[in-house]
């Protein structure tokens, strides 16, 4: 079972929600049980992020329309973060080095890492995608800095 807990004062660990503290209930006390603990990124820049590839896709699309947008932006996501370089690099059947994007998913990027990406994602963004924008879009481009 997955539980999240709050670590108090001494190291004491207590239940960080209800699910938590009902599952709790079913564990003797005085047991041991092995545990395997994540340090949690930050999921308000985690949104800051993904709110900088919103807008960095739209000023990107322009008026383009997409056959399936939700499928574009993540190729644009996904070539950003190759541009930025984070990436593996593959070899495909016929020798060709294929790149693949990282995953920014808390369980694959510490936010140390995750923060040193978005670092390489403005400079990747101002060198790829805004180096001919407007004042004004780059006045709204600093929000993210």
Same mark, same amino acid.
């Given at each position: 079972?997955?539980?999240?807990?709050?670590?108090?004062?001494?190291?004491?660990?207590? $239940?960080?929600?209800?699910?938590?503290?009902?599952? #709790?209930?079913?564990?003797?006390?005085?047991?041991?049980? $092995?545990?395997?603990?994540?340090?949690?990124? +930050? $999921?308000?820049?985690?949104?800051?992020?993904?709110?900088?590839?919103?807008?960095?896709?739209?000023?990107?699309?322009?008026?383009?329309?997409?056959?399936?947008?939700?499928?574009?932006?993540?190729?644009?996501?996904?070539?950003?973060?190759? #541009?930025?370089?984070?990436?593996?690099?593959?070899?495909?059947?016929?020798?060709?080095?294929?790149?693949?994007?990282?995953?920014?998913?808390?369980?694959? #990027?510490?936010?140390?890492?995750?923060?040193?990406?978005?670092?390489?994602?403005?400079?990747?963004?101002?060198? +790829?995608?805004?180096?001919?924008?407007?004042?004004?879009?780059? +006045? +709204?481009? #600093?929000?993210?800095?």
């Amino acid at each position: 079972m997955k539980l999240e807990f709050i670590k108090q004062a001494g190291g004491i660990l207590i $239940p960080a929600d209800d699910y938590s503290a009902e599952k #709790m209930t079913k564990l003797k006390t005085g047991g041991q049980y $092995p545990a395997e603990v994540k340090l949690a990124r +930050n $999921p308000q820049f985690h949104r800051k992020v993904f709110a900088f590839f919103n807008f960095c896709f739209q000023h990107w699309s322009g008026g383009h329309k997409f056959q399936d947008e939700s499928l574009q932006f993540d190729q644009f996501r996904k070539e950003l973060i190759i #541009m930025a370089g984070f990436h593996n690099a593959y070899y495909s059947i016929g020798s060709e080095v294929r790149l693949e994007a990282k995953s920014l998913s808390f369980g694959s #990027m510490s936010q140390d890492e995750f923060e040193q990406c978005y670092q390489a994602l403005i400079q990747a963004a101002m060198s +790829n995608i805004f180096k001919t924008a407007d004042e004004r879009t780059l +006045n +709204n481009l #600093m929000s993210f800095f």
